[in-house]
C-alpha cells in the first residue's frame, strides 16, 4: 500500500528548532515532488515548501524563507522539514504530502498533492 | 502570492442537497486549480485535478468547473459521509496557496 509515514508528536521549547520525518513506501516519490504542509489549531492549510528530487531544486514560502528546510534521503525514501527558531505561532499539525508535478521547459513545480502522510503535531511550548 | 479565496466560509445543507463552493484566485491560474476534502483529525484528501479531473475513487456526485480565476466545487446530492472541510489550492505558481476552507454541515 502506498504511503506516506510521519514521525510522532514533538513537544518543543521556544526557541529551538524540530525536524519531522516522513517516509514513504519504496519507490513512492520516484518522480514526484515532496512538500510540508502546516495547519495551526482549527486554521486552515499553509504551504511552507517543497523538493523535487528528480531536478534538484527546492523552494518556501516567504514567509518560511530562512527557517526551514527541506531535504531527502533517496537512499531511505525519506523527506525531511526542519524548522529553526519556534514560537508558540509554530504550534501546528504539519503534514508531508508527495506532489505531482507540472514540467516546464525542463524544470517542474508542484503540481496537486495525492498522498499525505497521516500528520505530526507540533507543540511549542515554555 | 496568489490568493484564494472561498465562499462561503461554512454552509449547512439537507442531505440531498446540492452544494455549491466557490473558489477565486487573485489572479488568471489558468486551470491550475485542485480540491481537497478533509475530515476532522484526518489528512486532507486530494479530490479534484486540474479543475475538474475527478481522482479514481471519488464519488461521482463531486465535480469541478471553471478556468481562469472562477471555479466551482459542487456536490450534486449531498450525503452524510460529506460532512468536511473543503479547501481548494492553486499550483500555477511555484508557491502553492490554499483557500480558507468552507465547512460543510447538516441542516
Known amino acids: 500500500q502506498v504511503q506516506l509515514v510521519q514521525s510522532g508528536a514533538e513537544v518543543k521549547k521556544p526557541g529551538s528548532s524540530v525536524k519531522v520525518s516522513c517516509k514513504a513506501s519504496a519507490g513512492l516519490l520516484n518522480n514526484y515532488g515532496v512538500s510540508w504542509v502546516r495547519q495551526a489549531p482549527g486554521q486552515g492549510l499553509e504551504w511552507m515548501g517543497g523538493i523535487i528530487p528528480i531536478f534538484g531544486t527546492s523552494n518556501y514560502a516567504q514567509k518560511f524563507q530562512g527557517r526551514v528546510t527541506i531535504s531527502t534521503d533517496e537512499s531511505t525514501d525519506t523527506a525531511y522539514m526542519e524548522l529553526a527558531s519556534l514560537t508558540s505561532e509554530d504550534t501546528a499539525v504539519y503534514y508531508c504530502?508527495?506532489?505531482?508535478?507540472?514540467?516546464?521547459?525542463?524544470?517542474?513545480?508542484?503540481?496537486?498533492?495525492?498522498?499525505w502522510g497521516q500528520g505530526t503535531m507540533v507543540t511549542v511550548s515554555s | 502570492d496568489i490568493q484564494m479565496t472561498q465562499s462561503p466560509s461554512s454552509l449547512s445543507a439537507s442531505i440531498g442537497d446540492r452544494v455549491t463552493i466557490t473558489c477565486r484566485a487573485s489572479?488568471?491560474?489558468?486551470?491550475?486549480l485542485n480540491w481537497y476534502q478533509q475530515k476532522p483529525g484526518t489528512a486532507p484528501k486530494f479530490l479534484i485535478h486540474?479543475?475538474?479531473s475527478v481522482q479514481s475513487g471519488v464519488p461521482s456526485r463531486f465535480s469541478g468547473s471553471g478556468s481562469g480565476t472562477d471555479f466551482t466545487l459542487t456536490i450534486s446530492s449531498l450525503q452524510p459521509e460529506d460532512i468536511a472541510t473543503y479547501y481548494c489550492?492553486?499550483?500555477?505558481?511555484?508557491?502553492?496557496?490554499f483557500g480558507g476552507g468552507t465547512k460543510v454541515e447538516i441542516k
Open positions: 486540474a479543475a475538474s
Open positions: 489550492q492553486q499550483s500555477f505558481s511555484t508557491a502553492p496557496t
Open positions: 489572479q488568471s491560474i489558468r486551470h491550475y
Open positions: 504530502a508527495r506532489s505531482l508535478l507540472v514540467i516546464v521547459g525542463g524544470t517542474g513545480r508542484s503540481d496537486a498533492f495525492d498522498i
